[in-house]
């Protein structure tokens, strides 16, 4: 159980392209999503958080209009990089949880984002 | 807000040894402490947590500790093997909630 799906896996496009990237709790309603950014070798950076049919909450240093990020419903968050740079790339890792306080988070598969 | 530090960053042991990886936090409200997983590019995986109001939690070879008093918990893993050779990231809610502040990862080799 607690199955996430991250699609894309991987993204190379050019730069001042959008890349919308999806994130789907397979088998459990997701009230909680998070969206993390990890360069290499280094720890998760929390980005936002969305709860579903409101809008998301983003950490101190993260531009929303930059990054936007749809909860629509109780399965599927995603996360759009409007007008990528170079400097946007890097993996991106959506996780969820449940219902309730203190949840685990189900992390997907992640999506490497490469803007040349 | 809350901050997590994570020691020691790397971790070598011979196969069938223990391994033990501290973890530091500072928000005295956390209540909620993970640990997870993760292979070279890979997603990362829980494998143990632990909640404020217990002081221990063992599933088979691994185990967590925590002493709210000091603000620490750690991950302990016993009778190591190739597999568990990974990167580790302890993390601990934040503010009580469900957003989660990570510790910067620890690599653990083990060596055959």
């Known amino acids: 159980g607690a199955v996430v799906s991250q699609h894309p896996s991987w993204v190379i496009c050019k730069s001042g392209t959008s890349v919308k990237i999806e994130c789907r709790s397979l088998?459990?309603?997701?009230?909680?999503m998070f969206w993390y950014r990890q360069f290499p070798k280094q720890s998760l950076m929390l980005m936002a958080t969305s709860n579903e049919g409101s809008k998301a909450t983003y950490e101190q240093g993260v531009e929303k209009d930059k990054f936007l990020i749809n909860h629509a419903s109780l399965t599927l968050s995603t996360l759009t990089v409007t007008s990528a740079h170079p400097e946007d790339s890097s993996f991106y890792i959506c996780s969820a949880t449940g219902p309730g306080g203190n949840q685990p988070q189900h992390f997907g598969d992640g999506t490497r984002l490469s803007i040349l | 807000g809350e901050n997590v530090e994570q020691h020691p960053s790397t971790l070598s042991v011979q196969e069938g040894d223990s391994a033990v990886i501290k973890c530091t936090y500072s928000d005295s409200a956390s209540n909620y402490f993970p640990w997870y997983k993760q292979e070279l590019g890979k997603r990362p995986q829980l494998i143990i947590d632990i909640r404020s109001n217990v002081g221990e939690k063992k599933d088979q070879r691994i185990a967590v500790t925590l002493n709210k008093t000091a603000k620490h918990f750690s991950l302990h893993i016993t009778e190591t093997q190739p597999e568990d050779s990974a990167v580790y990231f302890c993390?601990?809610?934040?503010?009580?909630?469900?957003?989660?502040?990570f510790g910067k990862g620890n690599q653990v080799v083990v060596i055959p």
């Open positions: 993390a601990a809610n934040a503010y009580g909630n469900n957003r989660l502040a």
């Open positions: 088998d459990f309603q997701a009230t909680t």
